[in-house]
């Protein structure tokens, strides 16, 4: 026992060690690829915002209607007037704007702006900062058609809604410009998709992610710095590898010089050089590993005080009940169903125990049930074949004795009349000797398939019953599987009986339907119908031996019925029996 005290303890150890750096590997994986995650994600969703505007300025750019409102204005380009127009449909702000200019003009010096202020075009003379960056975007757009974008920048010292332009020419029916569309892009716009400030994001206390510019210069607020677009300066390892166009991650010192886990990437949108960088702080993601160090080393203790003590009294009441489970269940394999295991816990070897009673009970009873609705239904049908011969068969054969036995006095003129009359009488006999075989093992099943032999089958009981009945078949019901046409055959011929035995119908219609997985089978009567319930479904009766054949075949069997509307039986079964 010391030996294997030792053992357990050298084990819990080693284990211990192993899982405190294995677990602290694994959690800085972990968190590092959160940290790619949320940066894909976010940079999925920065990209997509800046080809929305894109595709949004297109779509201005080439409104008919602001193509007339700039060829009306290039007309009265010195004018100093203004006038409404109807441009509800311009509204840019529903677009994600914060501003919309049309600039005007043939050169860079002699520019016209004009600004749209709800349903007015108000011509404007911007500040110096912004009328440089919309003379530096009518210089980028004038001759060509792609896009054309100026990066944020400050109109003044405190400026905290920094101007970012987004531009595209506009044309007339010649494809000469006309005049070019600018945009502003709100910076409040970029900061709701970037700055997430809740630990409930993924990112915990400390985490963020921010954009920054290729003069290091954050494009998004910091978490941590109040106002910090193009005030923060972040030239850190992952900034400049981003700008290397490196992707990966790293532990780092970040632009706080604090320890944190960092995962960057380049921004790929067109006409801005950015990168997008996500961090967690290092000691906010080892929370988790101090706290597993703190209670590896606290359970080891447990666990080192309590193992030697439980370990064999645990083996012992594990293993003694399963060993009783599993030789039981040999004995069960072996056919032997009278087995009974006693409980002697409630725990969950207890329930388990008592579930393999009840299991094995179950499978006693369903054996015996199976056994005696083999030997009641070979009871059955021989005593209706033994009704047969007797009734039938029997019968004629003693009236083809009587004949036989009447020509010993009768001339030759009368045998010969008897004899006729006992050939004919043979014919019969031979014709109810084969509509015997026939029910018994149908041969025509094979010779002529299954609508052939329902055809058959209703013709004869039609032609003894004196009951219309129609049949009728669709689509292709064929199959390679001999059981799945004699079943289908046995459980027509047991509906029919059912329905002439007790529906006191005048009338049956059968619908033999197949597609390429199933063969469905619909017998419908307008007899009296019954309340069907569990009553009705119990081995040997005509509706169990049914629903027994068709669970056989993988179907499925439905009875519709109700006192004085008739019946409707709906079989459906696969074309191939596994």
């Known amino acids: 026992m010391i030996?294997?005290?030792?053992?357990?303890?050298?084990?819990?150890?080693?284990?211990?060690?192993?899982?405190?750096?294995?677990?602290?590997?694994?959690?800085?994986?972990?968190?590092?690829?959160?940290?790619?995650?949320?940066?894909?994600?976010?940079?999925?969703?920065?990209?997509?915002?800046?080809?929305?505007?894109?595709?949004?300025?297109?779509l201005l750019s080439e409104n008919d209607y602001l193509k007339n409102i700039a060829a009306v204005l290039n007309q009265?380009?010195?004018?100093?007037?203004?006038?409404?127009?109807?441009?509800?449909?311009?509204?840019?702000?529903?677009?994600?704007?914060?501003?919309?200019?049309?600039?005007?003009?043939?050169?860079?010096?002699?520019?016209?702006?004009?600004?749209?202020?709800g349903t007015?075009?108000?011509?404007?003379?911007?500040?110096?900062?912004?009328?440089?960056?919309?003379?530096?975007?009518?210089?980028?757009?004038?001759?060509?058609?792609?896009?054309?974008?100026?990066?944020?920048?400050?109109?003044?010292?405190?400026?905290?809604?920094?101007?970012?332009?987004?531009?595209?020419?506009?044309?007339?029916?010649?494809?000469?410009?006309?005049?070019?569309?600018?945009?502003?892009?709100?910076?409040?716009?970029?900061?709701?998709?970037?700055?997430?400030?809740?630990?409930?994001?993924?990112?915990?206390?400390?985490?963020?992610?921010?954009l920054v510019g290729d003069d290091y210069l954050m494009r998004s607020n910091s978490r941590f710095i109040p106002n910090s677009v193009l005030n923060t300066n972040v030239k850190t390892i992952s900034a400049v590898n981003a700008f290397k166009d490196k992707v990966g991650s790293s532990l780092i010192d970040d632009y706080r010089t604090v320890a944190c886990l960092s995962s960057y990437d380049r921004l790929i949108v067109p006409g801005l050089n950015w990168a997008i960088i996500a961090e967690i702080d290092?000691?906010?993601?080892?929370?988790?590993?101090?706290?597993?160090?703190?209670?590896?080393?606290?359970?080891?203790?447990?666990?080192?005080?309590?193992?030697?003590?439980?370990?064999?009294?645990?083996s012992r009441t594990i293993t003694n009940p399963i060993i009783r489970l599993k030789n039981a269940a040999l004995m069960i394999g072996e056919g032997d169903l009278d087995i009974n295991i006693k409980s002697k816990s409630r725990d969950e070897i207890g329930l388990l125990t008592d579930a393999f009673n009840t299991m094995a009970m179950q499978l006693k009873d369903e054996r015996l049930k199976r056994m005696s609705a083999l030997y009641d239904g070979q009871e059955l049908e021989r005593q209706r074949i033994s009704r047969e011969l007797h009734d039938g068969l029997g019968q004629k054969l003693i009236a083809i004795k009587l004949l036989l036995e009447s020509t010993s006095k009768q001339n030759i003129d009368e045998t010969r009349a008897t004899l006729e009359d006992v050939k004919g009488s043979f014919l019969k006999t031979i014709e109810e000797v084969r509509q015997i075989s026939n029910n018994l093992a149908p041969n025509i099943l094979n010779e002529s398939g299954i609508d052939?032999?329902?055809?058959?089958?209703?013709?004869?009981?039609?032609?003894?019953?004196?009951?219309?009945?129609?049949?009728?078949?669709?689509?292709?019901?064929?199959?390679?599987?001999?059981?799945?046409?004699?079943?289908?055959?046995?459980?027509?011929?047991?509906?029919?009986?059912?329905?002439?035995?007790?529906?006191?119908?005048?009338?049956?219609?059968?619908?033999?339907?197949?597609?390429?997985?199933?063969?469905?089978?619909?017998?419908?009567?307008?007899?009296?119908?019954?309340?069907?319930?569990?009553?009705?479904?119990?081995?040997?009766?005509?509706?169990?031996?049914?629903?027994?054949?068709?669970?056989?075949?993988?179907?499925?069997?439905?009875?519709?019925?109700e006192p004085l509307m008739g019946t409707t039986i709906r079989l459906k079964v696969p074309k191939k029996h596994e």
Request: charged share 20%; with cysteine; glycine share 4%.
């Open 282 to 314: 290092y000691s906010e993601a080892m929370i988790p590993i101090v706290s597993l160090r703190n209670d590896i080393v606290f359970l080891s203790l447990i666990i080192c005080v309590f193992l030697f003590s439980i370990a064999r009294f645990i």
């Open 120 to 210: 007015e075009i108000i011509k404007t003379a911007p500040d110096s900062v912004t009328l440089r960056q919309v003379a530096r975007l009518w210089k980028k757009s004038e001759n060509t058609d792609n896009h054309a974008i100026i990066d944020f920048c400050k109109r003044f010292n405190n400026d905290n809604d920094p101007l970012c332009l987004i531009g595209k020419r506009i044309v007339n029916q010649d494809k000469k410009t006309i005049g070019v569309l600018a945009l502003q892009i709100p910076i409040n716009d970029i900061n709701s998709i970037m700055l997430e400030d809740s630990p409930e994001n993924g990112l915990g206390e400390s985490g963020e992610v921010y």
């Open 3 to 58: 030996l294997f005290f030792i053992v357990g303890v050298l084990a819990l150890s080693v284990i211990g060690i192993y899982s405190y750096f294995n677990a602290k590997n694994a959690l800085l994986k972990r968190t590092l690829d959160q940290l790619t995650s949320i940066r894909v994600i976010k940079k999925g969703q920065i990209e997509f915002f800046f080809n929305e505007r894109y595709k949004n300025i297109t």
């Open 452 to 561: 052939i032999a329902l055809k058959n089958l209703c013709d004869s009981v039609q032609k003894s019953a004196k009951i219309d009945i129609e049949l009728s078949a669709h689509g292709d019901y064929s199959t390679p599987d001999p059981k799945v046409k004699f079943y289908i055959y046995r459980i027509a011929q047991e509906a029919l009986n059912n329905a002439v035995k007790h529906s006191t119908a005048s009338r049956i219609q059968i619908q033999l339907i197949g597609n390429s997985e199933n063969i469905i089978l619909v017998i419908e009567d307008d007899g009296k119908g019954f309340i069907y319930d569990s009553n009705y479904c119990f081995p040997c009766n005509g509706i169990y031996n049914m629903k027994e054949r068709a669970r056989l075949l993988n179907g499925t069997i439905d009875i519709e019925t």
């Open 76 to 117: 009265k380009l010195y004018e100093n007037s203004s006038k409404q127009y109807p441009s509800s449909y311009l509204n840019y702000s529903q677009l994600g704007f914060n501003s919309m200019y049309l600039i005007l003009g043939v050169e860079e010096s002699k520019l016209q702006i004009f600004k749209f202020q």
